[in-house]
């Protein structure tokens, strides 16, 4: 039988056009996605493809998939990924895999960001039941720590630690994630600016404003949201 992940991957194949130049982000759904663009023989082997993860890299060359640097591109028709949640004006949280950073550079390049999955995923608003994660260069874990605290004096920012091996999970860039968690979450739209302006701080987890649309998979079908 087969699962909304799956339901939600296959709608969106209507999206990717001839020669268009696509990026996929992480995870099962975006799995799911490129396995069913493979059947597609003609659409698959005419469209170049850019990933920000090492696993969905690995599955795109195993396919046969063109498949670019994100750094030799600067544009990309579009850009696949799914998320942890997202709210109703398509406000995301990207905190579990730990690669937002390199997803949400191919969110930005992008013409148009789609955010797909299950339905379980869209929410009324975000909660803080994921945290917010920010990648940060290792010499300034300390700083940052202690700056995130004097911000946000309720928060609990922590160094996320590997259970694959001794020690703090190092980030593809070589850095390290803080999980910031909070009671209550600030107003959004405030929270990159914040966290952004900490020396030290690379780029956060929340992807405010920046998707286009979703793709959701739920007991009623698929549904088509919009911001």
Known sequence: MEDLKQTAAKAVLAYITQGATIGFGAGSTIGYLITYLKEEQMLAESITTVTSSYSTRQLLLEHGFRVKEAGDVVHLDL???????????????????????????????????????????????????????????????????????RVYPAANPVIRLSNKKDGAVITENGNLLIDIWFSTFPPLESVNPQLKSIPGVLETSLFYKMAHAAVIAGKKGVEVITA
């Open 79 to 149: 850009y696949f990924d799914g998320c942890d949640q997202f709210d109703t004006s398509l406000n995301a949280l990207k905190s579990g895999g730990g690669i937002h950073t390199r997803e949400k550079l191919l969110a930005a390049m992008a013409t148009k960001f789609i955010i797909i999955g299950d339905g379980a995923k869209y929410v009324p608003q975000l909660y803080t039941t994921f945290p917010v994660v920010i990648e940060v260069i290792p010499e300034a874990v300390p700083f940052v720590l202690a700056q995130v605290k």
